[in-house]
Nanobody, 112 residues
Framework: QVQLVESGGGLVQPGGSLRLSCAASGIVVSHTTMAWYRQAQGKQRELVARRGPYGATNYAASVKGRFTISTDNVKNTAYLQMNSLKPEDTAIYYC??????WGQGTQVTVSS
């Protein structure tokens, strides 16, 4: 049974940083396509970042250069490092694996 558990969300001021974590069980994150999505209030869920099983990454244009997706083999955890945060980054962030499994989401609020 695959389980993804996100953590690390919270309230941060514009220009600040957060690191989201996605602890996985039932899969090996370094051998699996992992992704982060987000859904802002009143908007559709959108892809933020994706990392393939061989390490290739891609990012939404709105976060490129500010966000970084990575994995830790020992902890079997995926991360999303978010820098230079903007109010428009406010959303619920979801961890995803192989376009099939989802975490419960973690709220990120960027506000002064």
């Amino acid at each position: 049974q695959v389980q993804l558990v996100e953590s690390g969300g919270g309230l941060v001021q514009p220009g600040g940083s957060l690191r989201l974590s996605c602890a996985a069980s039932g899969i090996v994150v370094s051998h699996t396509t992992m992704a982060w999505y987000r859904q802002a209030q009143g908007k559709q869920r959108e892809l933020v970042a994706r990392r393939g099983p061989y390490g290739a990454t891609n990012y939404a244009a709105s976060v490129k250069g500010r966000f970084t997706i990575s994995t830790d083999n020992v902890k079997n955890t995926a991360y999303l490092q978010m820098n230079s945060l903007k109010p428009e980054d406010t959303a619920i962030y979801y961890c995803n694996s192989v376009d099939q499994y989802w975490g419960q989401g973690t709220q990120v609020t960027v506000s002064s």
